[in-house]
């Protein structure tokens, strides 16, 4: 029965990373109106493009991510070289990447590591019946790598301790108000996520509408002041990468965990204090629903040094405990 029914969209789900990407029976996709950059590359395996590029999208609103009845993936970025925005299509096992903007060319560059050229899935083993099965129902699944930090972890920064709803809502309000339009003939509402000046500059009342609290905000406001810092750490293994985040006061174990997963396409680092995980993992692989951080990461030491990718294979087979007790309540902080 694991996998017949989809999991209820909690943020832990949600981070198995799939998104539908829809299909277009019988030829090429419309192309993108105006000049822009295009690379075409072809992966050495299967590629399941929403799954690869799923966990970027913080929600069905995401003003920096889009998937279009052409079947493209359309999503923004702040590079080093200025914004972009990429559109993606897979057809006929050649993907075909069209960019615009200052980083158009940063994001053509980064193309094939984006969508886990670097990543080795023939390096996991699956030891349980489960991941096996996961594994053989995603062929195409492969860990994204963006070589971006910032546009991981402020929005990792802002799920802390909260709904999925809130959090989505707060990303797609702050992004829509204080980014910049998507270069390009991109979908529309589509935005670049805010500079790290433009995040410092932030009015105190406008966190407070989109339900970030102080504590967040404030985490947010440390980090962008250290951004240039921060961004160096791609050029770190993730062990490092997650030493030099966790500098910054209110970045933890979870966050950095959440971050380097993306930035560096990390097959190894598992989030450890989430609130859900632990006990989805301890249910699929023990049947202990109650099961706690130890306890989950004793289930994974067969797959040490697999086990994100372990991790998302158990997210996505669906099998997840019913549940006990009534969803956490969404609190907005911005009416009171």
């Known amino acids: 029965m694991s996998g017949r ?20 029976p019988g030829g090429v996709p419309r192309q993108a109106a105006g000049p822009g ?9 299967p590629l399941d493009l929403g799954l690869v590029l799923g966990p970027l999208r913080r929600g069905p609103g995401d003003p920096t991510f889009r998937t279009t009845p052409d079947g493209s993936v359309w999503r923004t970025s702040r590079t080093p070289a200025g914004p972009g925005t990429l559109r993606v299509a897979l057809r006929g096992g050649v993907v075909r990447g069209e ?17 886990g050229a670097a990543d080795d899935p023939e390096a996991f083993e699956p030891r349980h019946r489960l991941v096996a099965l996961a594994r053989h129902r995603r062929p195409g699944l492969r ?26 809502r707060a990303w797609r309000l702050l992004v829509g108000k204080f980014g910049e339009p998507a270069p390009g003939p991109a979908p529309e509402r589509m935005c670049v996520m805010p500079a790290p000046r433009t995040w410092a500059l932030i009015p105190s009342w406008e966190w407070h ?3 970030v609290d102080d504590k967040r905000a ?36 979870w966050t950095s965990a959440e971050v380097v997963q993306r930035s560096h396409g990390s097959a190894d680092s598992v989030t450890v ?14 049947g202990d629903r109650d099961a706690d951080d130890s306890v989950m990461l004793e289930l994974l030491e067969p797959y040490a040094g697999q086990r994100h990718r372990a991790a998302r294979l158990i997210l996505l087979a669906g099998r997840t405990p019913p549940r006990r007790t009534p969803k956490m309540p969404r609190t907005d902080i911005g009416l009171l």
């Open 273 to 286: 204090g989430d609130l859900h995980l632990p006990g989805i993992i301890g249910y699929a692989l023990a």
């Open 5 to 24: 029914f989809a999991p209820r969209p909690t943020r832990t789900t949600v981070r198995g990373g799939h998104v539908v990407v829809p299909g277009v």
């Open 218 to 253: 404030a985490t947010v406001l440390r980090a962008v002041r250290v951004a240039a810092r921060l961004e160096e750490a791609v050029g770190f293994d993730p062990v490092q990468a997650r030493r030099r985040l966790e500098l910054v006061p209110g970045v933890g174990p």
């Open 99 to 115: 960019a615009w903007g200052p980083g158009a060319e940063w994001l053509l560059d980064r193309l094939p590591d984006l969508l």
């Open 209 to 211: 509408r989109a339900g």
């Open 143 to 168: 860990l994204v790598r963006t070589g971006l930090v910032m546009e991981s972890l402020i929005p990792s920064v802002l799920e802390q301790k909260v709904t999925t709803d809130e959090a989505y």
């Open 37 to 45: 950059h295009v690379r075409t590359w072809t992966p050495a395996g």
